[in-house]
């Protein structure tokens, strides 16, 4: 890849983040691209720990066949049906929880979301290999009036952590900058992309290895091809600014105080463990009028589901 | 200082521009408390430009009694009045202009207001010898609804360039991390503290030496005593993401290609003067839907008054 092409939108921009950290120019890139490939966030260890887990919630949703925070291709009982999401991840398993605690994570999130980010959505998506249909073009949910204005420059990010490779043919789509485009102009290119199977005119792939993080800006137009017999798996975090949730939404103003709780026990969690007793934790310290983890009755799950806390 | 000092918000943060560069702390910091002193970003011969040409436009509001773009104290004609701020001193000043075209201090405004920034207001603040009023603890104009929400992690900032020093009896005074309050905590303690001539319970002093420059996020609280004898002369250049000022205002759509063309010719002018041959030119590069500079007629003036250009 050529400066060339980061710059002119025709790849996604990247970083190495054991090397350089996050500079200026990764800032900048995402700011205005709507999407970064950060590379290597895991260490092979923590990888293999994490794919052990996926795993586990995967095996777990095929000898169930629960629908219990899963979602299902087809109803679950149906011959065909298989498992695509589990939601919750960081309430199921303990090492997607030390993972939520990631102090190189958590501190590129807070340059980018600000010192006052939130957990909001947990997740793993996923391909078995009895397959997966395509995710049509979409920008993700939860958008505000105004969206551009108001999140634009990237201070909402869905975090995707890959747990398998992901090639060109099996891997998330993305059309740079359109993070800043109007309700119009996204949904007029929407609806014109998702008119044919698969179609990618103006975007870029996001090719990613295990370990790797894809960050995207939940304004940026994003899909992916449908696909049978290849395994992926992608824990998604998303952030949130807890000044934007105080007043915007879409959760209420309670759940800024519960998710800070989860985010401090997995950094805890983390801190606590010794496989990571040579990171410095993450120091999560936002405004003191934003800190509001006191506020709330002492959590004792980390799932707060979305549909109890919601404003909208 | 020390850093404890820092944390606890009971000192500006500051960043030392040319030894460090704007590092992710300093990024951090200005987020979380809303304001940050950007320590030695002019060297000695601009300065010396900068003052000269403040004093010239100061000499000539004296002069003239000019109530042209020029805030007087009391009515010009009237013996004790004194001029305290002209407006828009890009358009009046050719150092100024260059000034305006600065590449670091572009690059930390792209790091924090995002790639597609514009110049808003542009002025220059200052007390002459005659004396001026104290300046009552406020946040800045052109806030939105949800401020807090919108900008609180501060993508809207005023960078004030000091030409003279500002020792702790002559300086702006700001209340760390109240750039995250509430309207009704805002209004309470910018009342209480304006109820006496000078009061600073909470608050720390911006003490700022000549050829620094100060940022503050519009909602954090500011104000400063009044003082007599005392010369103190500040370039204010406000900047606002383009994204916002086109979806949100204050100003309309069109202002957007305006501003960026007077941002355009400003980094020109400075990419064109031999003084600053050594310079690479800041790269003025927003998202390709917010490059609008094409879509206005060609300017032939850097004053863009804002009661033309208003949306509110």
């Known amino acids: 890849m050529t400066v060339a092409d980061v710059r002119s939108g025709s790849r996604?921009?990247?970083?190495?983040?054991?090397?350089?950290?996050?500079?200026?120019?990764?800032?900048?890139?995402?700011?205005r691209q709507g999407v970064l490939a950060v590379r290597g966030l895991l260490t092979q260890e923590e990888l293999a720990d994490v794919r052990e887990a996926?795993?586990?919630l995967i095996d777990q949703a095929w000898s169930t066949?629960?629908?219990?925070?899963?979602?299902?291709?087809?109803?679950?009982?149906?011959p065909d049906a298989a498992p695509t999401r589990i939601e919750y991840v960081v309430d199921k398993s303990r090492p997607i929880a030390l993972l939520a605690g990631h102090p190189l994570l958590l501190?590129?999130?807070?340059?980018?979301v600000g010192p006052n980010l939130i957990p909001t959505w947990d997740s793993m998506v996923f391909k078995t290999t009895a397959g997966a249909p395509r995710l049509a073009w979409h920008r993700d949910a939860g958008l505000y009036d105004n969206a551009v204005g108001v999140t634009g420059m990237g201070r909402i990010i869905d975090a995707g952590i890959y747990l398998d490779p992901a090639p060109e043919d099996n891997c998330v789509w993305c059309i740079p900058e359109s993070n800043y485009w109007s309700d119009e102009r996204f949904t007029t290119t929407a609806d014109r992309l998702n008119v044919s199977e698969w179609d990618t005119t103006g975007a870029v792939p996001a090719v990613m290895a295990p370990g790797d993080v894809l960050?995207?800006?939940i304004l940026t137009l994003h899909g992916a091809p449908a696909v049978v017999g290849k395994q992926r798996r992608v824990i998604y975090f998303e952030y949130r600014p807890g000044e934007v949730e105080w007043q915007l939404g879409?959760?209420?103003?309670?759940y800024v105080g519960l998710k800070q709780q989860v985010l401090r026990s997995c950094v805890g969690m983390r801190a606590a463990d010794p496989r990571f007793s040579d990171e410095e934790p993450f120091d999560y310290r936002p405004a003191e009028s934003l800190q509001r983890w006191g506020d709330q009755p002492e959590i004792d799950t980390f799932r707060v589901p979305h549909e109890e806390n919601w404003r909208w």
Do not use: Y
């Open 65 to 78: 066949r629960s629908m219990d925070d899963i979602v299902w291709t087809l109803e679950s009982h149906l």
């Open 215 to 217: 960050l995207h800006n």
């Open 250 to 254: 879409p959760h209420t103003e309670d």
């Open 107 to 112: 501190r590129i999130m807070e340059q980018l």
């Open 54 to 56: 996926g795993k586990t």
């Open 12 to 31: 996604v921009p990247e970083c190495d983040i054991r090397r350089t950290g996050l500079l200026p120019e990764h800032v900048t890139a995402f700011r």
